[in-house]
Every structure is written in C-alpha cells, then in structure tokens.
C-alpha cells in the first residue's frame, strides 16, 4: 500500500502560479503511476493529469494542457504539480491518487488541498 500527503495549495490571483507536492510513503515500487485529480464545488472528479512511475510518461487533462506540469522524483518519493496562468475556474480542491495497474481505477488517494483562484 501507499499513502499519499498533498501540500501547497493557497489562494492567489488569476494567471499566478502555484506548486502542490504530493509525498508518498509505503510501497512505491510497484506503482504503475500517480496523477492528480481535482474537484470543484457542485462538480463531479477531473483528471487533471498523471505520470507514470517508471518512465515518467505524462498526460495532460484538455483545460489545463499547457498550463500545468506535472513531475515526480523517483529518489524522494515526490510528485508535483506546477501550475501556472491560473483561471477561477482552476479552483478545486486537488487529490493526488496512485494506483498498482493500468486497469485499475485510482484507489489510493490523499486528503485533498484547496486551491483558490480569485478573479
């Protein structure tokens, strides 16, 4: 198993940047990769992007290519999110989840950091 803590979230003015972490601990080696997910209030769970754990290969969710980055450090056991531009409509709380298998749903999640974007 993993557990996953996120830190970094805040409330900024639209087009700042931010950068969340996310820890991980327990058995990482066998993960087949982590993304952060985000949910806004009244709306159901975006993917917003992920990274294999192996080779690093990412995808993007289409509202935030281009925008954000996301990386891990294999060594720290780390994975980040970047965000840059920030939009209101960027504002969620945002999870970061890991999973064993491709064919799997993300079944392991942390609890959640808040990023507030402001007009």
């Known amino acids: 198993q993993v557990q996953l803590v996120e830190s970094g979230g805040g409330l900024v003015q639209a087009g700042a940047s931010l950068r969340l972490s996310c820890a991980s601990s327990?058995?990482?080696?066998?993960?087949?990769?982590m993304g952060w997910l985000r949910q806004a209030p009244g709306k159901g769970r975006e993917f917003v992007a992920s990274?294999?754990?192996?080779?690093?290969?990412?995808m993007y969710g289409e509202s935030v290519e281009g925008r954000f980055t996301i990386s891990r450090d294999g060594a720290k056991n780390m994975m980040y999110l970047q965000l840059n531009s920030l939009k209101p409509e960027d504002t969620a709380v945002y999870y970061c989840?890991?999973?064993?298998?491709?064919?799997?749903?993300?079944?392991?999640w942390g609890q959640g950091t808040q990023v507030t974007v402001s007009s």
């Open positions: 989840a890991a999973r064993y298998s491709f064919d799997d749903e993300y079944n392991y």
């Open positions: 327990g058995d990482t080696t066998g993960l087949y990769d």
């Open positions: 990274i294999t754990w192996n080779a690093g290969i990412t």
